[in-house]
C-alpha cells in the first residue's frame, strides 16, 4: 500500500492567507497545502518527492491545489479527506469510530483519519473494537496486529496527548506510521514543528511525500532517559515537561506541592493543572521521588523540585526560626557582597549540616542517588533560583541555596536540561 501526502495544512494551508501572525511571516505563500491524502494498493504511480520520508522541507509544486496523482476510485485509489455522505469506495469498508473514520482497504490494510468528524465517545475502552483491552490491541486469532492502525492521519497540534492514549488502547503500535496534518501557525515554526513531531514518534513530511507502507516503519527516535527543566514563574517549564510527554501511552504525574487545602488560590492553580492533564495519566501525590525513581514504571513527570524542597523543609522543621538582621544583603555574604562557598557549601551538601538542615541535606543526597541510579525515563520541572531579588528572610536565602544546589546536582546527572523563558527553549549543553 502506498500513500501520497499531496497537503498537510489545515483549512487554507500554512502560512494562512492573509495572516500577519509571526509564524505565518516566516513561511512563503504555498509552502503548505490543504490536506490531501491519496491511497492506493494498486500499481497506480503516485506522483511525490521521494518513496519514503523525506528531509523537512516543502516540495516544490504550485502555490495551490494539490500535488499530481490518481483519481479517486482509479485503480482503487482513494483520496481522503473522505467528504460527508460519500459512500466507500468500491472494496473498502469506512467506520465511525470516537478516534475519527476508520477505512478499511481490500488488501486488510487500516487507514485512521483523526481530522474526520468523530461520533460518541464509545462505553469500552476501545473505539475500534469493543472488545479490545485497554493495555493493549485486540488479540488478532492468526497473531496479528488486532486494531492496530497502518497509517493513522492526525492533527497532532490539537492535543497530543490523544496520541498517547491510542497507543495506550492499541489503536497505534510499533509498525504504525503516525502522519501529522492539518498543520498550521499554531507552531511559530517548521523546526519547532520537527522537534514535537521527533518528541512523538509522527511523522512530519512536507507536501508531495510518498509512504510505501509495505516496508517498516521507522523507528522513533531515542527519548533522553533524564531531562531537568528549569525556569521561572510563568515560564512554560511545567507545558513544556506535559509536552514532552504527551504521546506517551503511561504516565506518572508527581505532584510534589500541597493540596491547597485552606488556600482558595493554591486549590485554583492546583484545580488548572489537573484539568490540563490528560485522562489516562496517573497521579501521585507525594515527596518520596527517591523510591519512585527506584520502582521500575512508566515514566515520570515530577512538578516540581521547589515545591519538594519546601515539603522536606516542613516536614524536618528546616526553617530557621532566629530574627532577621535587617542590614544583610546576602546570605553568607561579607560586607563587600561575597559569597563564602564553604559555609554555602556546608548549608546544601552532604549530611554534616545542623539539626532540620541537615535531615534535608540528606533528602537531598538520597534523591540525587537515585537520580543517578533510575532506570526510568523521568522529566523533572524547577525553578531556576537567584534570577531574582536576594530573598528578604533567612528562610528564603536558605531555600534558594538548597534549592539552587540541588539543581545543579542533578543536572550533572542528565543526559538534557533546558531552560524555559517566555515559553522558549534553550538547551543547555554541557
Known amino acids: 500500500m502506498k500513500v501520497l501526502i499531496s497537503g498537510t495544512a489545515r483549512g487554507g494551508g500554512w502560512p494562512v492567507p492573509g495572516c500577519g501572525c509571526a509564524s505565518c511571516a516566516r513561511l512563503s505563500p504555498g509552502h503548505r497545502r490543504p490536506t490531501e491524502v491519496v491511497v492506493t494498493e494498486a500499481s497506480v504511480p503516485l506522483t511525490g518527492s521521494a518513496a519514503g520520508v523525506p528531509s523537512h522541507a516543502p516540495a516544490p509544486g504550485p502555490a495551490s491545489g494539490t500535488a499530481p496523482g490518481p483519481a479517486l476510485g482509479a485503480a482503487g485509489a482513494v483520496r481522503l479527506p473522505l467528504a460527508a455522505g460519500d459512500p466507500p469506495?468500491?472494496?473498502?469498508?469506512?467506520?465511525?469510530?470516537?478516534?475519527?473514520l476508520v477505512l478499511v482497504t481490500p488488501g486488510g490494510g487500516r487507514i485512521l483519519d483523526t481530522t474526520a468528524s468523530p461520533v460518541s465517545p464509545p462505553s469500552s475502552p476501545s473505539s475500534l473494537s469493543p472488545s479490545a483491552p485497554v493495555s493493549g490491541p485486540s488479540a488478532a486469532p492468526d497473531g496479528g496486529r488486532g486494531d492496530a492502525c497502518d497509517l493513522v492521519l492526525m492533527d497532532v497540534l490539537d492535543r497530543p496527548e490523544r496520541l498517547g492514549d491510542m497507543r495506550r488502547r492499541g489503536v497505534v503500535d510499533e509498525r504504525t506510521r503516525v502522519v501529522a496534518v492539518d498543520v498550521d501557525h499554531r507552531v511559530p515554526t517548521e523546526a519547532e514543528l520537527a522537534r514535537r513531531a521527533a518528541l512523538w514518534g509522527v511523522l512530519a513530511v512536507p507536501d508531495g511525500t510518498v509512504l510505501d507502507l509495505?516496508?517498516?516503519?521507522?523507528?522513533?527516535?531515542?527519548?533522553?532517559?533524564?531531562t531537568l527543566l528549569l525556569g521561572g514563574a510563568r515560564s512554560g517549564k511545567s507545558a513544556e515537561a506535559e509536552l514532552r510527554l504527551a504521546a506517551e501511552p503511561e504516565v506518572l504525574y508527581v505532584a510534589t506541592g500541597p493540596s491547597g487545602d485552606g488556600d482558595a488560590e493554591w486549590a485554583r492553580r492546583v484545580r488548572a493543572h489537573r484539568d490540563?492533564?490528560?485522562a489516562h495519566w496517573g497521579t501521585a501525590e507525594t515527596i518520596d521521588l527517591a523510591g519512585l525513581l527506584r520502582t521500575p514504571g512508566p515514566p515520570l513527570l515530577v512538578d516540581g523540585l521547589g515545591t519538594w524542597v519546601a515539603a522536606v523543609f516542613d516536614e524536618n522543621g528546616a526553617w530557621p526560626g532566629e530574627p532577621e538582621n535587617p542590614d544583610r544583603t546576602d546570605d553568607e555574604s561579607g560586607p563587600d557582597g561575597a559569597r563564602d562557598e564553604d559555609q554555602d557549601k556546608d548549608h546544601t551538601d552532604g549530611v554534616g549540616g545542623v539539626g532540620g538542615l541537615g535531615a534535608v541535606s540528606a533528602r537531598c543526597d538520597e534523591l540525587v542517588?537515585?537520580?543517578?541510579e533510575t532506570r526510568r525515563r523521568v522529566v523533572?520541572?524547577?525553578?531556576?533560583?537567584?534570577?531574582?531579588?536576594v530573598p528578604a528572610t533567612a528562610g528564603g536565602r536558605m531555600f534558594r541555596d538548597v534549592l539552587g544546589r540541588l539543581n545543579q546536582r542533578l543536572a550533572l546527572e542528565s543526559e538534557e536540561v533546558a531552560l524555559v523563558v517566555a515559553g522558549r527553549l534553550l538547551p543547555l549543553p554541557v
Do not use: M
Open 380 to 389: 523533572a520541572v524547577s525553578d531556576e533560583t537567584g534570577l531574582g531579588v
Open 214 to 226: 509495505a516496508g517498516p516503519a521507522p523507528a522513533r527516535a531515542p527519548r533522553p532517559p533524564r
Open 369 to 372: 542517588a537515585a537520580w543517578r
Open 276 to 278: 490540563r492533564r490528560p
Open 89 to 100: 469506495p468500491p472494496g473498502h469498508r469506512v467506520s465511525a469510530t470516537a478516534d475519527g
